[in-house]
């Protein structure tokens, strides 16, 4: 039918067409490390039923011809005002991993962060680059030498920025790990945690006394850990994991470059607010002085609209990609990534909106307590 626009598969039209079957190919154990999260997954499920509660309010009569779907970060201008969060082990979902969604990536001109737990070297993640940004994440260790030379080969490989997760002093009880006994299979290594790209962490190693040494870093605050950072790096210094407005303030005070309002895809401490919903005192702390980006929870256009709407700069998602990658490999992710796309188009164009810059909280209401649409 004219004006029904592409379809990309004939078994896949949104991203919950991809999560289903792209699950059904990963086993049991990963699946579940991949889908859930800490404890009763309370905050995990509350990140996407966040977008439910947001309304969009279009305005009608606008000229959409010619949409520029074009974000900013770090600089640079990518594809979309999407990236892919940094996420651990993609070759649980696909043996060609975090390499076939940097192919991705590139291809669509998109921003990727890139966990530490990654089961791919970094150069070899970069290597697949175009020029579009990469991030780095970093969980600041006990071994501060680890860290310290993830840092140095970000820096080498022609990484944007690091992106510091603080909301790790102590890994989130994650049930689906006790329950499944989860175990990285043999022949998968953590290639970015050894100067040297050989990492035998794995499996139940990491319940070593060796392993011990690579456990975070729980005395970490801010004027400990900013300025190590500072000194240690020239790329930009983000931070991950920001649920309040009190810290977003500190982040403008210690003279971060960005931060990233996240509650680790509810993988955490349960029973934390859906990023959405902080990301709407977020936004007004930061007041245009920070960027401020925001993950989880992610799973239509409309609900990237609806987070750049409620003040964030950019948007990331973690699972997407990986279940793309599951599905069919560097193909499946470009599918995920095609979705999202003409998914946000439309609701730009039905919203009334030209570019990104013309997306406001104007553009969002919400049912208040009496049942009548509100301002934000």
Not at 11 to 37: Q, W
Not at 49 to 57: H, L, W
Not at 254 to 271: F, I, K, T, Y
């Amino acid at each position: 039918m004219a004006n029904r626009g592409v379809s990309y598969d004939p078994s896949v039209h949104t991203i919950a067409d991809l999560k289903e079957l792209g699950c059904r190919k990963i086993p049991v154990m990963y699946r579940d490390y991949f889908n859930e999260g800490a404890m009763d997954l309370v905050t995990l499920k509350d990140n996407e039923a966040a977008y439910d509660r947001y309304k969009i309010k279009p305005r009608i009569l606008v000229n959409v011809d010619n949409i520029d779907l074009s974000g900013e970060i770090f600089g640079k201008k990518t594809g979309l005002p999407l990236g892919f969060s940094p996420a651990a082990m993609h070759k649980l979902a696909h043996p060609d991993g975090e390499a076939a969604v940097s192919r991705a990536a590139a291809k669509f001109n998109l921003c990727m962060g890139l966990s530490s737990y990654a089961t791919e070297s970094l150069e070899t993640v970069a290597a697949q680059g175009t020029g579009n940004p990469y991030i780095m994440q970093l969980c600041v260790l006990k071994d501060r030498e680890t860290s310290l030379q993830i840092l140095r080969r970000a820096e080498a490989a022609g990484y944007s920025a690091v992106f510091v997760s603080v909301d790790t002093p102590l890994l989130g009880r994650r049930l689906n790990e006790y329950r499944n006994g989860f175990l990285l299979p043999d022949g998968l290594t953590w290639p970015n945690l050894l100067s040297d790209g050989k990492s035998e962490l794995r499996g139940a190693e990491r319940e070593t006394k060796e392993a011990q040494n690579h456990d975070f870093d729980p005395s970490l605050d801010w004027d400990s850990a900013i300025p190590w950072l500072r000194a240690n790096t020239k790329l930009q210094v983000w931070i991950k994991g920001v649920y309040c407005a009190e810290d977003v303030q500190l982040a403008v005070q210690h003279g971060l470059d960005g931060v990233v309002v996240s509650n680790h895809g509810g993988r955490q401490l349960d029973g934390v607010p859906a990023t959405l919903d902080a990301l709407r005192e977020c936004a007004v702390a930061a007041a245009g002085r920070i960027p401020i980006a925001v993950d989880g929870g992610i799973r239509r256009g409309t609900d990237i609209f609806k987070a750049l709407a409620m003040g964030a700069s950019f948007c990331f998602v973690g699972r997407i990609p990986i279940w793309g990658l599951a599905y069919g490999g560097q193909e499946g992710v470009e599918l995920a990534i095609q979705i999202l796309r003409d998914e946000f188009k439309i609701a730009m164009a039905l919203a009334g909106c030209r570019t990104i810059k013309d997306i406001t909280r104007a553009h969002i209401t919400y049912l208040n307590s009496e049942g009548i649409l509100a301002r934000l």
